[in-house]
Protein backbone atom coordinates (compact mmCIF):
# COMPACT_ATOMS: atom_id res chain seq x y z
CA UNK A 1 0.00 0.00 0.00
CA UNK A 2 1.24 2.95 -1.06
CA UNK A 3 -0.06 6.71 -0.85
CA UNK A 4 2.05 9.45 -2.67
CA UNK A 5 0.73 13.03 -2.04
CA UNK A 6 1.39 16.61 -4.25
CA UNK A 7 0.20 19.80 -5.84
CA UNK A 8 1.59 21.66 -2.79
CA UNK A 9 3.78 24.79 -2.85
CA UNK A 10 3.39 28.28 -2.54
CA UNK A 11 0.55 30.68 -2.75
CA UNK A 12 -0.64 34.17 -1.72
CA UNK A 13 -3.60 34.70 0.52
CA UNK A 14 -7.14 34.14 -1.33
CA UNK A 15 -4.98 31.94 -3.75
CA UNK A 16 -5.94 28.33 -4.74
CA UNK A 17 -4.14 25.10 -4.86
CA UNK A 18 -5.42 21.62 -5.32
CA UNK A 19 -3.40 18.28 -3.71
CA UNK A 20 -3.26 15.13 -5.06
CA UNK A 21 -2.79 11.43 -3.11
CA UNK A 22 -2.47 9.16 -5.84
CA UNK A 23 -2.65 5.42 -4.24
CA UNK A 24 -1.67 2.09 -5.06
CA UNK A 25 -1.83 -0.99 -3.65
CA UNK A 26 -5.52 -1.21 -2.82
CA UNK A 27 -8.62 0.18 -4.47
CA UNK A 28 -10.64 3.69 -3.24
CA UNK A 29 -13.83 2.11 -2.95
CA UNK A 30 -12.52 -0.12 0.28
CA UNK A 31 -10.85 2.76 2.69
CA UNK A 32 -11.40 5.97 4.16
CA UNK A 33 -8.98 8.42 2.59
CA UNK A 34 -7.92 11.51 5.18
CA UNK A 35 -6.29 14.73 4.22
CA UNK A 36 -4.29 15.84 7.55
CA UNK A 37 -2.42 18.58 8.27
CA UNK A 38 0.46 19.80 10.92
CA UNK A 39 1.46 23.20 11.08
CA UNK A 40 5.02 23.80 13.19
CA UNK A 41 4.22 23.63 16.75
CA UNK A 42 1.04 22.18 16.75
CA UNK A 43 -0.25 19.37 16.62
CA UNK A 44 -1.29 17.25 13.15
CA UNK A 45 -4.93 17.39 12.63
CA UNK A 46 -7.57 15.95 10.61
CA UNK A 47 -8.50 18.43 7.44
CA UNK A 48 -11.00 16.86 5.29
CA UNK A 49 -11.97 12.98 4.75
CA UNK A 50 -14.08 10.69 2.42
CA UNK A 51 -15.71 7.61 3.24
CA UNK A 52 -14.48 4.53 1.25
CA UNK A 53 -18.63 4.72 -0.32
CA UNK A 54 -18.13 7.94 -1.40
CA UNK A 55 -21.12 8.95 0.79
CA UNK A 56 -19.76 10.84 3.76
CA UNK A 57 -16.84 13.78 4.09
CA UNK A 58 -15.32 15.23 6.71
CA UNK A 59 -14.16 19.06 6.75
CA UNK A 60 -12.86 20.45 9.95
CA UNK A 61 -14.69 23.91 10.73
CA UNK A 62 -12.30 26.21 9.54
CA UNK A 63 -12.09 24.89 5.92
CA UNK A 64 -15.90 24.40 5.50
CA UNK A 65 -16.86 26.15 2.71
CA UNK A 66 -13.02 26.99 1.23
CA UNK A 67 -11.85 22.87 0.81
CA UNK A 68 -13.73 20.56 -1.14
CA UNK A 69 -12.06 16.30 -0.67
CA UNK A 70 -13.18 14.44 -4.51
CA UNK A 71 -11.51 11.48 -5.67
CA UNK A 72 -11.85 9.63 -9.08
CA UNK A 73 -11.82 6.05 -8.62
CA UNK A 74 -10.05 5.47 -12.24
CA UNK A 75 -7.49 7.60 -11.58
CA UNK A 76 -7.04 5.97 -8.39
CA UNK A 77 -6.55 9.48 -7.33
CA UNK A 78 -8.45 11.78 -4.26
CA UNK A 79 -8.12 15.54 -4.29
CA UNK A 80 -8.34 18.02 -1.95
CA UNK A 81 -8.85 21.74 -3.35
CA UNK A 82 -8.55 24.42 -1.21
CA UNK A 83 -9.74 27.93 -2.03
CA UNK A 84 -9.31 31.10 0.00
CA UNK A 85 -5.97 30.29 1.50
CA UNK A 86 -4.88 31.62 4.28
CA UNK A 87 -1.26 32.17 6.26
CA UNK A 88 -3.23 29.59 8.96
CA UNK A 89 -3.47 27.37 6.60
CA UNK A 90 0.31 26.68 6.02
CA UNK A 91 1.28 23.31 7.15
CA UNK A 92 2.27 19.83 5.93
CA UNK A 93 -0.26 17.80 4.33
CA UNK A 94 -0.43 14.30 4.41
CA UNK A 95 -2.81 12.14 2.85
CA UNK A 96 -3.80 8.77 4.54
CA UNK A 97 -5.73 5.49 4.49
CA UNK A 98 -8.03 3.73 6.62
CA UNK A 99 -9.25 0.49 6.28
CA UNK A 100 -12.26 1.28 8.41
CA UNK A 101 -16.07 2.03 7.38
CA UNK A 102 -17.38 3.63 10.20
CA UNK A 103 -18.40 7.23 11.64
CA UNK A 104 -15.42 8.15 12.72
CA UNK A 105 -13.72 8.20 10.04
CA UNK A 106 -11.97 11.52 11.30
CA UNK A 107 -10.31 10.14 14.03
CA UNK A 108 -6.16 10.14 13.02
CA UNK A 109 -5.69 6.98 14.79
CA UNK A 110 -7.62 4.75 12.44
CA UNK A 111 -5.81 5.46 9.27
CA UNK A 112 -3.15 2.65 8.51
CA UNK A 113 -1.02 3.89 6.24
CA UNK A 114 0.25 7.34 5.28
CA UNK A 115 1.94 8.99 2.50
CA UNK A 116 5.13 11.31 2.77
CA UNK A 117 3.70 14.59 2.96
CA UNK A 118 3.24 18.08 0.98
CA UNK A 119 4.50 21.41 2.02
CA UNK A 120 1.57 24.55 1.54
CA UNK A 121 3.37 27.63 2.21
CA UNK A 122 0.40 30.89 2.05
CA UNK A 123 2.24 34.20 2.55
CA UNK A 124 -0.32 36.87 3.58
Known amino acids: VQLQASGGGLAQAGGSLRLSCVVS????????IGWFRQAPGKEREAVSC????????YYTDSVKGRFTISRDIAKNTVYLQMNSLTAEDTAVYYC??????????????????WGQGTLVTVSS
Open 50 to 57: ITGSGAST
Open 25 to 32: GFTLDRYA
Open 96 to 113: AAAYYSGRYYYYDHLYNY
